[in-house]
C-alpha cells in the first residue's frame, strides 16, 4: 500500500480512522465554541462512521470563560445519544483550561474523566498559567492523571519541556490537525518529533466543525512513517476507555 517513494496519504485514504479512538472532540452540540446544532453533530457522527471510527470522546470545554456544569454536560450528553443510533461508542469527558475554576472542580472531585482517572487539560497557546508544574502535581496527588491536550500548540514549550512532563507522568494527546499542517509548519514539525520521539499517549481530531474535519482527514500530506506511528496512537487511545 506504501511501496511508492515519496508518495504522501491522507488520514481516510490510509484508513487511519478505521477502527480507531478519537480522544478529543468539540461535537457536543451547544455548550461550547464547537458544534452549535444536533443535526451537525449527526452529521458529523455520520462522516466518522463511514471513516470506520470506533469510539469517540466528547470533551467540551471547561473554563472560567465557558463555565459547564458537569450536570448540564450529561444532561447534553444524554440528548445525543437518544438522537443518535449509528455504531461509533460515545464516551464523555471534557477538556479543563488550567485556571481558577478548575481548581476548585479539582478541590471538589468534580471532573469528567477519560476512563479510569485521565483529565484532559489545556492552557493558553502563548503562555503557561501560574504554576503550571505546581498544578500538574496537585492533579497527580488528587489522584488522577493529567493528559496534556496538543501541547505542540503551545509555543512557550520546547523539547526540554515535553522530556519533564514525560518524566512527570503528564500523557501527551497530539491534535490530527497539527500533523497535517493546519496550524502551520513550525506547529506540524514539532508535532512531527514528538510522534517519531515517541511523547504522545493518544490522538484526537479537537474537531470543532464538521467541514473542517473533512478538509484535515482528507489532506494528503502524511508521510509513511507518521503514517504507521498514527495508526498506532489512534488504536492505544482506546485503552483510556
Not at 511501496?3 to 478519537?22: C, E, I, Q, R
Not at 463511514?50 to 447534553?76: F, Q, S, Y
Request: proline letters at 3%; aromatic letters at 8%.
Amino acid at each position: 500500500m506504501f511501496s511508492l517513494f515519496g508518495k504522501k496519504y491522507s488520514m481516510l485514504s490510509a484508513a487511519l480512522l478505521k477502527g480507531a479512538t478519537d480522544a478529543h472532540s468539540h461535537i457536543l452540540f451547544g455548550v461550547d465554541d464547537g458544534i452549535s446544532a444536533l443535526e451537525e453533530s449527526l452529521e458529523t457522527l455520520r462522516f466518522y462512521e463511514e471513516a470506520g471510527l470506533k469510539t469517540l470522546w466528547l470533551t467540551p470545554h471547561i473554563m472560567e470563560d465557558v463555565p459547564n456544569t458537569t450536570e448540564g454536560l450529561r444532561g447534553r450528553f444524554e440528548e445525543l445519544k437518544a438522537a443518535y443510533d449509528g455504531r461509533i461508542k460515545l464516551r464523555l469527558a471534557a477538556e479543563y483550561m488550567l485556571d481558577n475554576l478548575f481548581e476548585e472542580r479539582l478541590s471538589s472531585g468534580d471532573l469528567l474523566t477519560h476512563g479510569e482517572g485521565y483529565v484532559l487539560v489545556e492552557t493558553s497557546t502563548w503562555a503557561p498559567p501560574i504554576d503550571l508544574w505546581g498544578v500538574l502535581e496537585k492533579i497527580k496527588a488528587a489522584g488522577y492523571r493529567p493528559i496534556l491536550a496538543h501541547p505542540e500548540r503551545y509555543r512557550y514549550m520546547g523539547m526540554q519541556d515535553y522530556r519533564k512532563l514525560r518524566s512527570l507522568g503528564v500523557a501527551l494527546q497530539l491534535n490530527i490537525p497539527s500533523i497535517v499542517g493546519s496550524y502551520g509548519e513550525s506547529v506540524r514539525k514539532k508535532a512531527s518529533a514528538l510522534l517519531r520521539g515517541g511523547f504522545y499517549s493518544m490522538a484526537g481530531s479537537d474537531c470543532h466543525r464538521r467541514r473542517n474535519l473533512a478538509s484535515q482527514c482528507g489532506a494528503e500530506v502524511l508521510k509513511k512513517k507518521d503514517i504507521r506511528l498514527l495508526e498506532t496512537l489512534l488504536r492505544r487511545s482506546d485503552d483510556l476507555q
